[in-house]
């Protein structure tokens, strides 16, 4: 198996830069996910970022903060100049959710690439088969990894959900679909140099700290 850092330098651009928003999101206190529109036309070019920033108070001119609409998809969506997103792909380190899937349908999203499902949206993707308005702006959907990359991925916004919402139905999702990661979750609290990365390390150095655990359980 490859590397951390075989693998970070492996990653396209889109990606690295998905995977930095998700983790400025984690150190943020959000739910850790990152996303980036790009431009296949243009050698996919990156024409807008975001990041979750739900706990966040700041305001900033067409940035979502401080409640449930601030996803990383939804910042993305938010920077865009043009009228809408056909033609364009959107790179999100976490399988979108009901609001941002509908928000991309409704924009016209060629395609999605995300890096790690989301468990609790399984089966979500069939009921837009049920519209033919729904049915018809559906963009593909790729699910870009099986690596620890997915697991890093999942990790980030899952440990925001533990954290958060502890004994509630999310949680005990997360868990029973993922019990390494929640085991290797609950760990980290107590886990000093994490702590310090987490203060002021990158989203490189954070992979690589935990890279041979999301190894072992992926």
Not at 166 to 194: C, K
Request: proline share 4%; net charge negative; glycine share 6%.
């Amino acid at each position: 198996m490859s590397s951390a850092t075989e693998t970070w330098k492996g990653l396209s651009l889109p990606w690295q830069v998905a995977f930095e928003e998700a983790w400025a999101s984690f150190r943020a206190g959000n739910f850790g996910v990152g996303a980036v529109v790009t431009d296949p036309a243009e050698e996919n070019a990156i024409v807008t970022v975001g990041r979750n920033r739900v706990m966040q108070t700041q305001r900033a001119p067409r940035t979502l903060s401080g409640n449930m609409t601030a996803h990383a998809e939804m910042n993305a969506f938010a920077e865009l100049d043009t009228f809408d997103a056909e033609g364009l792909h959107l790179y999100t380190t976490l399988e979108p959710c009901l609001m941002c899937a509908a928000a991309a349908m409704q924009l016209k999203v060629a395609h999605v690439h995300y890096a790690a499902a989301d468990e609790f949206y399984a089966g979500v993707s069939d009921v837009w088969a049920s519209s033919s308005v729904t049915a018809t702006r559906t963009p593909t959907m790729t699910m870009s990894f099986d690596s620890p990359l997915a697991g890093f991925a999942r990790l980030l916004p899952m440990a925001f959900t533990l954290d958060q919402f502890p004994g509630r139905s999310a949680e005990q999702l997360a868990r029973s679909v993922h019990p390494g990661l929640a085991e290797l979750i609950d760990r980290l609290r107590d886990d000093t140099a994490w702590a310090q990365i987490r203060q002021s390390g990158t989203c490189h150095r954070a992979l690589g700290h935990l890279w041979d655990d999301l190894a072992a359980i992926t």
